[in-house]
T-cell receptor, first 115, second 119 residues
Framework: DGGITQSPKYLFRKEGQNVTLSCEQN?????MYWYRQDPGQGLRLIYY???????QKGDIAEGYSVSREKKESFPLTVTSAQKNPTAFYLC??????????????FGPGTRLTVL | AQKITQTQPGMFVQEKEAVTLDCTYD???????LFWYKQPSSGEMIFLIY??????QNATEGRYSLNFQKARKSANLVISASQLGDSAMYFC????????????????FGRGTQLTVWP
């Protein structure tokens, strides 16, 4: 079945550690996105990528890094520079057609907790 | 300024009744798309319905319909015949039109409305 997978589902990190969240899609989508969700909040865009080996900062990129070496994969690293990383992280992908109809589809999310 | 505003933090509806979730948006782009997503307690965002700015008719998908009032910049989600499984967080989102270079594809989300369906 086509879809987006994220792993792990739950992740615990000690302060000062970097952690990497995995996102893989087999929808043959060109664009991929990372969002952060805090309780009672909407989604905020961290990074997005429209093509392999290229990515753009979103609204809250500080303390995060990404790579896009393969079309299917867009891992997110939460670095020790991120002051408040405890949150729910969602990955999405879309075909990136040049029209407002381009729909993003989401993975199941990773819940990160800093101990 | 907020691009998407959802003014109802929580809504309650009885099973089998209809409910309307409000969404207003702000854009100067004549071409845009409006989306609604459902987020159950499991966390996954589920795409429900889409409305394009040039669409003449309101979008419908099964029990979901979108009450699109362009002049008022509102795109309210109507759920008919509510079911217990409709209890979830609902998000309205907007994508501005094509040809915007590096911002192509990004969505702007509202803060969501928590819908509770009671028996």
């Amino acid at each position: 079945d086509g879809g987006i997978t994220q792993s792990p589902k739950y992740l615990f990190r000690k302060e000062g550690q970097n952690v990497t969240l995995s996102c893989e899609q087999n929808l043959n989508h060109d664009a991929m996105y990372w969002y952060r969700q805090d309780p009672g909040q909407g989604l905020r865009l961290i990074y997005y990528s429209q093509i392999v080996n290229d990515f753009q900062k979103g609204d809250i990129a500080e303390g995060y890094s990404v790579s896009r070496e393969k079309k299917e994969s867009f891992p997110l690293t939460v670095t020790s520079a991120q002051k408040n990383p405890t949150a729910f992280y969602l990955c999405a992908s879309s075909k990136l057609i040049a029209a407002s109809t381009d729909t993003q589809y989401f993975g199941p999310g990773t819940r990160l907790t800093v101990l | 300024a907020q691009k998407i505003t959802q003014t109802q933090p929580g809504m309650f509806v009885q099973e089998k009744e209809a409910v309307t979730l409000d969404c207003t948006y702000d854009t100067s782009d004549p071409s845009y798309g409006l989306f609604w997503y459902k987020q159950p307690s499991s966390g996954e965002m589920i795409f429900l319905i889409y409305q394009g700015s040039y669409d003449q008719q309101n979008a419908t998908e099964g029990r979901y319909s979108l009450n699109f009032q362009k002049a008022r910049k509102s795109a309210n989600l109507v759920i008919s015949a509510s079911q217990l499984g409709d209890s979830a967080m609902y998000f309205c989102a907007m994508r501005e039109g094509p040809g915007r270079g590096s911002t192509l594809g990004r969505l702007y989300f509202g803060r969501g409305t928590q819908l509770t369906v009671w028996p």
